[in-house]
């Protein structure tokens, strides 16, 4: 069964600074996803990631995987405060896709 | 170009009562599944459609029906309400393979079982 493990749950940075969140996956999965949720809202699509390798960049967002160790990153550089949202990764196998359970990013002033 | 479009977008409903969350979208789209979130938990997929007349089980699927006669609509029907379904559902569509393109999420329906 295909689980996904996000770290961490809750995030709490700087403006200015970096940072990275963790997305594991435990069995095969053809494509990782990300998206952005804000209080109240749906989900937005971030990053589509279909290769071992793939690295995909949007503003201060960077994503990334690597599919031999079931790993993608999302990497947040020079955090800003319009970042502060909760961020999702999605493992898809088989039209099935299953969610980390979300990281909690908030950017303080 | 609306999207995908989920009515109502608020719900109380009575324990034992019935109600069908209806979602439609207009970008042809051959995917289209049903999502529950729960805080703390991610969103997890109940059931999902590769095309009319094609429907399929996700994780979390007891206590919820879905049909799909047509290519634009996927309603997901609740049969008998329980205080255990109150959560926030998401309707999501997709093309169908690898592609580069994201799923496109509904704003979603907030359904209270009380």
């Known amino acids: 069964e295909l689980k996904v493990e996000q770290n961490p749950l809750f995030l709490s940075m700087q403006e200015g600074k970096n940072y990275t969140i963790y997305c594991n996956y435990s069995?095969?999965?053809?494509?990782l996803y990300w998206y952005r949720q804000d209080p109240g809202k749906s989900l937005e699509s971030l990053f589509v990631?279909?290769?071992?390798?793939a690295v995909k960049q949007e503003g201060r967002l960077m994503a990334s995987l690597d599919t031999k160790a079931r790993l993608s990153t999302l990497h947040i550089t020079a955090a800003v405060h319009d970042l502060s949202a909760t961020y999702f990764c999605?493992?898809?196998?088989?039209?099935?896709?299953?969610f980390g359970a979300g990281t909690r990013l908030t950017v303080k002033p | 170009n609306a999207g995908v479009t989920q009515t109502p977008k608020f719900q109380v409903l009575k324990t034992g009562q019935s109600m069908t969350l209806q979602c439609a979208q207009d970008?042809?789209?051959?995917?289209m599944s049903w999502y529950r979130q729960d805080p703390g938990m991610g969103l997890r997929l109940i059931h999902y459609?590769?095309?009319?007349?094609?429907?399929d089980q996700g994780e979390v699927p007891n206590g919820y029906n879905v049909s799909r006669s047509t290519t634009e609509d996927f309603p997901l029907r609740l049969l008998s309400a329980a205080p255990s379904q109150t959560s926030v559902y998401f309707c999501?569509?997709?093309?169908?393979?690898?592609?580069?393109?994201?799923?496109?999420f509904g704003s979603g329906t907030r359904l209270t079982v009380v």
């Open positions: 999501a569509s997709s093309r169908l393979g690898r592609t580069e393109d994201g799923y496109t």
């Open positions: 459609s590769v095309g009319a007349g094609i429907t």
């Open positions: 970008m042809n789209h051959e995917y």
């Open positions: 069995t095969t999965s053809d494509r």
């Open positions: 999605a493992a898809h196998n088989n039209n099935d896709m299953r």
């Open positions: 990631l279909l290769s071992n390798g």
